[in-house]
């Protein structure tokens, strides 16, 4: 358990980042984006989000034959990271104590 929560620590200083640019990208006009949009505002890869798309993390629509990405899905995934990262905070922080 340990290593887990040790692993992760250097990407707690992300998510400030990631959170801004969501915050400021993300068009409230705008429903749905395509896989390159959803990975340049998450600054991840294309892979990366179908692999996230795949395994239940992120929620997909297919309107046609190509995957898209409601603003909602991307916001609800940035929360369920922001969740795992302070849970994992707490479990080290006891730890540690």
């Known amino acids: 358990m340990l290593f887990s929560c040790a692993a992760l620590l250097p990407f707690r200083s ?8 969501m915050t400021r990208t993300i068009s ?6 395509s ?9 991840l890869s294309r892979g990366t ?5 795949s395994s239940g993390r992120l929620v997909a629509v297919y309107p046609t034959s190509k995957a898209r990405i409601s ?5 609800r995934y940035v929360a369920l990271l922001e969740k795992e990262q302070r849970q994992l905070t707490q479990q080290f922080a006891r730890v540690l104590a």
């Open 35 to 43: 896989v390159p949009e959803a990975a340049s505002l998450l600054s």
């Open 71 to 75: 603003a909602e899905s991307l916001h």
């Open 28 to 33: 409230t006009d705008k429903i749905l984006y």
């Open 49 to 53: 989000v179908y692999k996230l798309i």
């Open 14 to 21: 992300r998510m400030p980042d990631l959170l801004r640019t």
